[in-house]
């Protein structure tokens, strides 16, 4: 059984090929980079549009695997930017109708999950979904994705990004900040904005950049916030846990990437006697694989839908989303 699972939710087009056993086959991305500022979802569009028929060529040849071996098509149905993820969605339905295969819509929030699940070996982990546009403290329970604590502003991805940017950096901010905070030496004092289970980033965007203003040195920015916006996804998570009497951890979402907060996390819950696990970085990341997966998942629960009923869905929330390959 191979699945060939679409993402482009947002600046990444992706391609994935993945088997039963969640054998990632083949990767093929490419990463819309806006010149200047954020994203313009047009342009990424068009870009998505220009590259994926090239990216789906390199994914079969990668996996070496023939269209007549492909058994499913997934597409990343939601939430992301509307035209990007049209762009997705029109190949998707092009090949599943082009080859006779099943359609399979997949919620981009509930891919990043199951991915890191299968890897993690975890039955049923609490998740940490930091991501650009996401920031998410996520459990199982009754048939759904429970997002029991979020970000009350932007995700801290965005945040990481615009600050960045502001900063005099390009895009992507979280990886650049990463290397920057190394070099910190004093940790600045930031808003530390906990409310219960949510976290808001918007204060820890102006104190900064009042703070570099006023001639605070880069580094020091950097690592100061990312000790305080990471303790603050940190504590909620272990708050999750807590309430949630869990023990087992998974990271997922771009931010996952990032070693400081991994420690973080895997501190917290080693601390608590549990356990963490992160995703390989190429997997944490917007990537084809977890679409394809999440679609093999749907698939042999029976999901699929006609291409007049694979409408994107911009603002489709993780906890809307049915999920009948789970039990419990
Ligand atoms: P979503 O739709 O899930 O919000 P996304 O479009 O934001 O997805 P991802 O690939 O999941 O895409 O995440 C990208 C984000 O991850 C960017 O904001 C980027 O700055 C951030 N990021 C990547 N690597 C790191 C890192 N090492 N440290 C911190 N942030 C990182
Ligand atoms: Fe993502």
């Not at 092009?94 to 070996?121: F, Q, T, Y």
């Not at 998570?237 to 951890?249: C, F, M, N, S, Y």
């Amino acid at each position: 059984m191979v699945v060939l699972g679409i993402e482009s939710t947002a600046h990444t087009a992706s391609v994935g090929l993945v088997d039963e056993r969640a054998e990632v086959l083949a990767v093929a991305s490419d990463m819309y980079r806006p010149p200047h500022g954020g994203i313009h979802p047009r342009e990424a569009a068009n870009h998505h549009v220009e590259r994926l028929p090239e990216l789906v060529r390199h994914a079969l040849e990668q996996a070496k695997i023939r269209p007549s071996e492909v058994d499913a098509v997934a597409f990343a149905q939601g939430p992301g930017l509307g035209p990007c993820l049209r762009a997705g969605a029109t190949v998707a339905r092009m090949l599943a109708l082009a080859w006779d295969r099943p359609l399979v819509p997949v919620n981009h929030c509930v891919a990043h999950v199951e991915i890191a699940r299968i890897l993690s070996g975890l039955d049923d982990p609490l998740l940490l979904y930091a991501s650009g546009g996401n920031t998410q403290v996520i459990a199982h329970a009754r048939g759904r994705y429970r997002v029991l604590g979020e970000t009350l502003d932007i995700g801290i991805g965005n945040f990481l990004d615009k600050l960045w940017i502001e900063l005099g950096g390009t895009f992507p901010g979280g990886p650049a900040l990463e290397k920057e905070a190394l070099e910190g030496r004093e940790l600045l004092p930031l808003p530390y904005s906990v409310h219960g289970m949510d976290v808001a980033f918007s204060g820890i965007l102006t104190a900064t950049l009042a703070l570099s203003a006023k001639g605070a040195r880069r580094p020091d920015l950097a690592y100061s916030v990312e000790v305080t916006a990471y303790s603050m996804l940190t504590e909620i998570t272990e708050r999750a846990l807590a309430h949630r009497g869990r023990d087992a951890v998974v990271l997922g979402g771009g931010v996952a990437c990032n070693e400081r907060l991994r420690t973080m996390v895997r501190t917290m819950a080693e601390g608590r006697n549990g356990t963490m696990f992160a995703p390989p970085r190429a997997l944490c990341v917007d990537n084809g694989a977890m679409i394809a997966w999440t679609g093999h998942l749907a698939h042999e629960a029976g999901v699929s839908v006609p291409v007049e009923g694979s409408a994107v869905e911009p603002r489709q929330r993780t906890d809307l989303v049915p999920t009948p390959w789970r039990t419990g």
